[in-house]
């Protein structure tokens, strides 16, 4: 097979990720974003070895180094006397134990990262893909303007409401029941809680608060969970008002109510998920990142699937040239849906156990904690070597290259 040419639909932490492990294997491509400028809204993310030790071989170690945030320990707690439930090491402990750190960081600093790896003329801005087609030769995207592209391979990257999937899967969104409010508060109001850099979590009846420290230590942010039946819309830049989210967590830790007493402005965000595809691809169209398996964020784990994704994608399809592209995205959809299905699955049901009313089932779960400290709970998830399975030997699959539309 000649050189291939890949476009990408979506300019997010996958569709970026993507396109610099690409770029780095020699592969031509071009990513279309629908937004007419590039931006991440004020949020944070957490980044765990399995990500960051792929960024590393990005070249982005030294940039990641200057803006995130290296927390010593995930705290988890009650949330009305603060009691502590468990101290997971981070820090050095689990940089040696994993050979790559843990971080927290502002989402617009990742996404700066990313996109200084790719240079602009890579990246089409105002390009909205609204449909997708493809012969045995090629595949077509279709944009809002009316113009077309064609490619060898089209990537859906675009996120949870994905065009691209569509030509993949007939599903919608699942909402969960739960709605977040997000905000970042300069460190100087709440010294309390950047003295020592950690995730905090605060788990009580139906909802809880996570924070932890970013932009290289001086803004905390935190997502506060609430239960909400009827309220579904899904923006980054969706406003709640302080005083609701203030009012929902009355009566919590002075630790939170401080917390949220010191933020300006909220996003407000509906959690949706999806159910697991049972393959990520069809002829010359594949998914990765939230379009293929969108997942509720208790496990603060999509974006670093995102980039897990990316960087097995990008391996595979090194082998196209041997091997054809339907073996690569086979070899890319073997490695990748047993392990996303599972994070998904773990993220659906954390919110069970996060939730908990006060009684037997909540004082189980906190003896269960508190005896579950160490780091062995998370080797499955951070030890993992993303381009590492991409080598291993392959586990023989079905062919299921044809008869689907
Ligand atoms: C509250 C919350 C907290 C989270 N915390 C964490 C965390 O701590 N750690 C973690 O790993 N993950 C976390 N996640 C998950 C993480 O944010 C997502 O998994 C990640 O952003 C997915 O990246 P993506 O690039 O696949 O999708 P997106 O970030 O949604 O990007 C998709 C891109 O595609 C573009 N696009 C969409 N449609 C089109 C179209 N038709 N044409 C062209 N472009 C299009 C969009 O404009 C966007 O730029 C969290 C999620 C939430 C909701």
């Known amino acids: 097979m000649p050189q291939m040419n890949v476009v990408i639909v979506g300019a997010g932490i996958a569709g970026l990720a993507l396109a610099a492990a690409l770029r780095r294997s020699g592969v031509d491509v071009v990513v279309y974003e629908q937004a007419p400028r590039l931006f991440e809204v004020g949020a944070g993310v957490q980044l765990a070895p399995n990500a960051t030790r792929l960024l590393h071989r990005l070249g982005l170690a030294e940039q990641l ?36 750190p843990y971080y927290t960081l502002h989402r617009a600093d990742l996404h700066a990262c990313l996109l200084g790896l790719s240079p602009p003329e890579q990246i089409r801005l105002n390009a909205r893909c609204i449909g997708v087609t493809q012969t045995a030769d090629s595949a077509q ?5 009316a113009a077309s592209v ?27 029941g739960q709605t977040i409010y997000r ?16 995730v ?50 009355q009566g919590w830790h002075p630790d939170v109510t401080r917390l949220i007493g010191a933020v300006d402005v909220v996003s407000r965000w509906a959690l949706h998920d999806r159910e697991s595809l049972d393959r990520l691809s069809h002829g010359r169209v594949v998914l990765i990142g939230d379009a293929a398996h969108p997942m509720l964020p208790f496990q603060a784990q999509g974006a670093n699937q995102a980039i897990e994704d990316a960087a097995v994608l990008a391996r595979c399809l090194e082998a196209a ?17 047993p392990r996303t299905s599972r994070i998904q699955a773990e993220s659906r049901a954390g919110a069970g156990t996060l939730h908990l009313a006060d009684g037997t089932a909540q004082r189980l779960r906190d003896v269960a ?13 951070f030890e993992y070597d993303a381009e590492g399975a991409v080598t291993a030997p392959a586990v023989a699959v079905e062919d299921r290259t044809s008869g689907r539309s």
């Open 183 to 198: 905000g970042l508060v300069p460190a100087d109001r709440v010294p309390h809680l950047v003295a020592e850099p950690a």
């Open 150 to 176: 064609k490619a060898d391979l089209v990537v859906g990257a675009d996120g949870i409401r994905s065009v691209v999937r569509k030509h993949l899967a007939v599903d919608t969104p699942r909402y969960s």
């Open 321 to 337: 040239s041997r091997d054809g592209l339907p073996a690569a995205l086979r070899r890319y959809e073997q490695i990748r849906l």
């Open 65 to 100: 180094r200057t803006v995130a945030v290296l927390p010593q320990t995930i705290e988890m707690r009650r949330w009305n006397d603060g009691e502590l439930l468990r101290r997971t090491p981070l820090g050095e402990s689990c940089r040696d134990r994993f050979g790559a």
């Open 200 to 249: 905090r979590l605060w788990l009580g009846p139906d909802q809880h608060c996570v924070c932890y420290p970013v932009s290289s230590g001086q803004q905390v942010s935190f997502g506060a969970t609430v239960p909400a039946v009827d309220w579904r819309e899904e923006s980054w830049t969706a406003r709640g008002t302080v005083g609701d989210l203030a009012s929902r967590y």
């Open 369 to 381: 904690a508190g005896t579950s400290s160490g780091l062995d709970r998370h080797q499955w998830l």
């Open 141 to 145: 995207l279709r944009f809002a303007d």
